[in-house]
Every structure is written in C-alpha cells, then in structure tokens.
C-alpha cells in the first residue's frame, strides 16, 4: 500500500504535496501525485519500489478529461512539450504547438478521480486564462511599441503646425 511519505520523499525542499491517486490492480501501478510546484507520474514496482517516469510544471498542463466505467475510472491529461508553453503556443494555430503523448491512468477508484480530476481541472482553468493574459501583454508589448510612436509623431507634428500657424 503506498504511504503520502512515500511519494514527499521525492519532493523538492518547499513544495508541498496536494494529493495523489494510483490505479489499482496487480503488478506495475502509475501514481500521479500533484504538488504545490508541478505534477509528478511515478510507476509503482514488485516490492513497492517506485521509479518517477515523469513531472511536468503545472504551465504545461493543457487539458484532463475523466472517463468513469461502471467499477472504476480513467483519466487523460494532456501536456505542452516545453515549460515555456507560451512562448510555442500560438493560440490561433494550435496545430503548430508541441504536445507530449499524453498521461493515461486507468482503474482509478471512481471517488478519488472525481477528487483529482477537480484539482486538476481548477490548475487547467488557471493556467488557460495566464497564458491567455501573458498573450495579451506579449501582443500589447510587440505593437504598443508602434501605436505609442505613432502618438508622439502626431504630437510633436500638431506642436508643428501650431508653432507655423502663429508666426
């Protein structure tokens, strides 16, 4: 059985463990643990040896959907292939962006993967709207530039024709 020490012995100093769910059944089982800094999938071995496959920085997450059978549930989640997700992710041509193959859990207990899927799907709605917001500020910082020029030159040409109309 899988202890939440188990899993923060493989933390970084300061981050902090949210939960974790692991498929059930026999021989090797995925763990997915959420902490404060990133998402980490761990593969549970004979003798409950533990080996981190994966972690992916909460910015990369793209999406989670649920799928739940009648005795337990399976999971998906989808990542950007870089942290620096917007800098490669152009939002008008999605196809362009790098994705990694995504994580897929299954025999998940049907109550601890709504819990988790809940958890994962306030990261996804939080992470959409900062890069949608570091979007705007990339597209204001890129022709602000222009448009703040422009506002000198006519400016200054208005100081122009006011100083000709005057003499």
């Known amino acids: 059985m899988l202890s939440k020490k188990s899993i923060e012995k493989w933390l970084s100093k300061g981050e902090t463990l949210t939960c974790y769910i692991q498929e059930k059944g026999i021989g090797h089982k995925q763990i997915m643990a959420l902490t404060s800094d990133r998402i980490i999938l761990f593969e549970q071995r004979f003798g409950g040896r533990m080996k981190d496959r994966h972690d992916k920085q909460w910015r990369q997450l793209i999406d989670v959907h649920l799928k739940e059978g009648f005795f337990r549930s399976e ?10 997700s917007i800098v490669y992710h152009d939002p008008r041509n999605p196809a ?11 025999g998940l207990l049907k109550e601890e993967a709504r819990r988790v899927y809940r958890e994962l799907k306030a990261k996804e709605n939080e992470w959409k709207e900062r890069r949608r917001l570091e979007q705007i500020e990339r ?15 006519r400016k200054v040409e208005n100081k122009d024709r006011d100083n000709s109309n005057s003499g």
């Not at 999971?75 to 620096?84: G, K, R, W």
């Not at 362009?96 to 299954?106: F, Y």
């Open 75 to 84: 999971m998906e989640i989808s990542f950007f292939s870089v942290p620096e």
């Open 96 to 106: 362009q962006t790098p994705v990694d193959p995504p994580w897929r859990l299954k």
């Open 139 to 153: 597209e204001k910082a890129t022709h602000g530039t222009y448009l703040e020029l422009g506002r000198q030159r």
